[in-house]
């Protein structure tokens, strides 16, 4: 079965920090790209950030650019987030996401984990 | 980065046909990919490029597209597919799907 699972989410407070896991299971992890994409309480979906299969191309949005960092470990069908500096508007369900080959999608999602930055 | 635009809120009664709008700059270039969220669950595909069902996904549901306007169409609602709606794109430098519509809330009446 083709599946990701998040993990590494919790409660930390403002200025903290936490890594994020995302583990893929029943397809080539290395063939793919990957991307974060977030959900606040009671909002819409918001992307986070991009990886290519490699590791070598990455983007972010603005509102993370400088203290989030994406990474993956193809060898672990692995894919992170690192979150520096977190804010209270970084609260948000985090959800991992494959990219569908060829097309423009995301076609498995995770069942995210849940980021609260409170003190 | 660019924008895409969805009515917040739609409705339909049962077994009627609903279209729930996208608009943006980004979609005369690139198609829009449509994903279904309910409550409490993780967002699923239902639509991407041209007009392409995932496996699973009801022949109800179909897409288009027609210069910066995509749309979802669902094709006699049924009570399951009271949900939020929304679109993806890539953004303006085409590098990435980094944009997402606003949603929209169907509710099937």
């Known amino acids: 079965e083709v599946q990701l699972v998040e993990s590494g989410g919790g409660l930390v407070q403002p200025g903290g920090s936490l890594r994020l896991s995302c583990a893929a299971s029943?397809?080539?992890?290395?063939?793919?790209?990957m991307n974060w994409v977030r959900q606040a309480p009671g909002k819409g979906l918001e992307w986070v950030s991009y990886?290519?299969?490699?590791?070598?191309?990455?983007y972010y949005a603005d509102s993370v650019k400088g203290r989030f960092t994406i990474s993956r470990d193809n060898a672990k069908n692995s894919l992170y987030l690192q979150m520096n500096s977190l804010r209270a508007e970084d609260t948000a369900v985090y959800y991992c996401a494959r990219v569908l080959i060829p097309n423009d999608a995301f076609d498995i999602w995770g069942q995210g984990t849940m980021v609260t930055v409170s003190s | 980065s660019s924008e895409l635009t969805q009515d917040p809120a739609v409705s339909v009664a049962l077994g009627q046909t609903v279209r729930i709008t996208c608009q943006g700059d980004s979609l005369r270039s690139y198609y829009a990919s449509w994903y279904q969220q309910k409550p409490g669950q993780a967002p699923v595909l239902v639509i991407y490029?041209?007009?392409n069902r995932p496996s699973g996904i009801p022949d109800r549901f179909s897409g288009s597209s027609s210069g910066n306007t995509a749309s979802l169409t669902i094709t006699g609602a049924q009570a399951e597919d009271e949900a939020d709606y929304y679109c993806?794109?890539?953004?303006?430098?085409?590098?990435?799907?980094?944009?997402f519509g606003g949603g929209t809330k169907l509710t099937v009446l």
């Open positions: 490029g041209k007009n």
């Open positions: 990886i290519s299969s490699s590791g070598s191309t990455i």
């Open positions: 993806n794109s890539r953004d303006s430098s085409g590098n990435h799907l980094g944009v």
């Open positions: 029943g397809f080539t992890f290395s063939s793919y790209e």
